[in-house]
């Protein structure tokens, strides 16, 4: 197999940059592009560290289908069998972000993060883990470099080494917390900082700009999106809007306004943390009952039903479902409900579902966007048809996710159905992924040199 083009022109990049980020769309080949820059620059010792599922699967795969000759080792298995692995003087080591703890040694020539935001909050210890890792190249890769806003470049640039000389212990990686708070109070105000609401909406701060924060580091970024490079079929995606019954939206509005719920089991009162979060469950029909972690549903879900007579009335045609839930109780709703209809449904949690999926004895692939939203192609089975039955607040999860059908290899045209409820919280996220889906469009724009505003186009059609 051959390298295109702009795949050709990634590996360069990388090969002169041994501090740098690899930002280009879900599906553009950016493993086969560092599997090669490391082979050119004569590697001998490399560490991958990628999402669990992505480390057990994607990149060995990829290596043999680009028929890379150096050894791979996976570290999978149980702790003893872990220890073993790590031992392994193999030329390319795969681990999870989780497993970064484990290691004996972190000297390697090369450090390849896969799924760079990861790495975002540096006040997490995988943040601090990245940092002991003593090598002089290190690469971020990723599909969506700025997953919730600006706000989360700093950690995602510190790892790598790029906002200052990366430290090579662990311990001296808590000067960056410091310096992220300064960063961040230089550059941005939260927008909910006397609201008392539990999460945060920041902005630039006037005279700065997404262009002025990113002029200092542009040259160590390579961007490239999907549209401008592949000729994949289009995408459209079918907003689903649903209106909770009389039941169901005095519960929402009794929740919302008396900061608790009624159920037919118990009251369960809510707390400002859990408040916007216990609102999107109460969508779905239930609520979690923060004493024992179950769902005590409500004795309705109409937007489910109806999400379940979708995905049936799809696969009665002849159709594969990708279906993506927000909620363990959602899921378990939805598979009980169509496996009563004779649907075959599978899941990351069921072995060798991606073989049920890609030989089509597998109806829907119900998942989480957690789960199956990174590095997994899901398009070779044939299916077309991807559904929300309900939505993340991640920027990433939601692009990774809705990226699964819609990349290289693809044949048919990609629909994607997004339901939400009517006047909740559900409809607040759906415009706040189109907001920061804008602002990583910027970002692309000035990164890509000599990119003209008036030439952009968004990937999707929204119907």
């Known amino acids: 197999m051959r390298l295109e083009e702009y795949q050709r022109r990634a590996v360069q990049f990388l090969t002169q940059h041994p501090r740098a980020v690899l930002s280009m769309d879900m599906g553009l080949g950016k493993t086969a592009v560092t599997i090669e820059a490391l082979s050119r620059l004569g590697v001998a010792r490399a560490l991958i560290v990628a999402p669990k599922r992505v480390a057990l699967t994607v990149w060995r795969q990829e290596a043999e289908k680009w028929n890379d000759p150096h050894t791979w080792t996976v570290i999978e298995g149980t702790p003893s ?37 990861r790495l975002k909050h540096v006040t997490s210890k995988r943040f601090l883990y990245a940092l002991g890792i003593r090598t002089a190249i290190r690469w971020g890769l990723t599909g969506t470099l700025l997953p919730n806003g600006a706000v989360d470049l700093f950690g995602q640039l510190a790892a790598l080494g790029i906002y200052a000389a990366t430290p ?44 002025s924060i990113l002029k200092p580091v542009r040259g160590q970024i390579f961007t490239l999106r999907a549209e401008d490079y592949t000729h994949l079929p289009p995408m459209r995606v ?24 009624e159920t037919d089991e118990r009251v369960v009162a809510l707390n400002d943390k859990s408040t916007f979060q216990k609102l999107q469950t109460l969508c779905s029909g239930f609520i979690y009952d923060p004493a024992t972690c179950c769902p005590l549903w409500s004795g309705a879900s109409s937007k489910l039903e109806a999400v379940a007579d979708t995905v049936s009335s799809m696969v009665g045609e002849g159709e594969q479902v990708l279906l993506f839930y927000a ?40 998942a ?31 692009l990774q996710a809705s990226a699964r059908l819609h990349r290289r290899g693809q044949t048919a045209p990609v629909d994607m159905y997004v339901f939400y ?3 909740t919280v559900e409809e607040y996220a759906l415009s706040a992924l189109q907001k920061k889906s804008t602002l ?24």
């Open 168 to 211: 090579h212990t662990a311990r001296r990686g808590k000067i960056y917390i410091p310096e992220f708070f300064r960063w961040r109070a230089t550059y941005f105000e939260d927008l909910n900082a006397f609201s008392a609401l539990p999460f945060h909406r920041w902005r630039i701060l006037p005279p700065h700009t997404l262009e």
């Open 81 to 117: 069998q872990r220890a073993a692995l790590w031992k392994k003087k193999t030329a390319r080591t795969v681990c999870s972000y989780e497993q970064l703890k484990e290691a004996p040694t972190l000297d390697y020539e090369a450090v390849v993060f896969d799924e760079l935001t």
């Open 421 to 423: 409820a009517r006047g």
């Open 368 to 398: 989480h966007p957690a789960s199956c939203g990174h590095g997994l192609n899901l398009q070779h089975s044939g299916c077309r048809l991807l559904v929300w039955a309900s939505l993340t607040f991640d920027l990433e999860l939601w």
């Open 238 to 261: 079918f907003h689903c809007p649903h209106t909770l019954s009389d039941k169901e939206a005095a519960r929402y509005l009794d929740a919302k306004t008396l900061l608790r719920v």
């Open 440 to 463: 990583l469009t910027v970002f692309c724009v000035f990164i890509v040199i000599g990119r003209n505003f008036g030439q952009f186009h968004f990937p999707v059609t929204f119907v």
């Open 327 to 366: 909620f363990r109780a959602e899921a378990t709703y939805l598979r009980a409900r169509l496996e009563k209809e004779g649907v075959v449904v599978r899941g990351p949690e069921d072995k060798d579902f991606l073989t049920a999926w890609n030989d089509r004895v597998a109806d829907v692939l119900l």
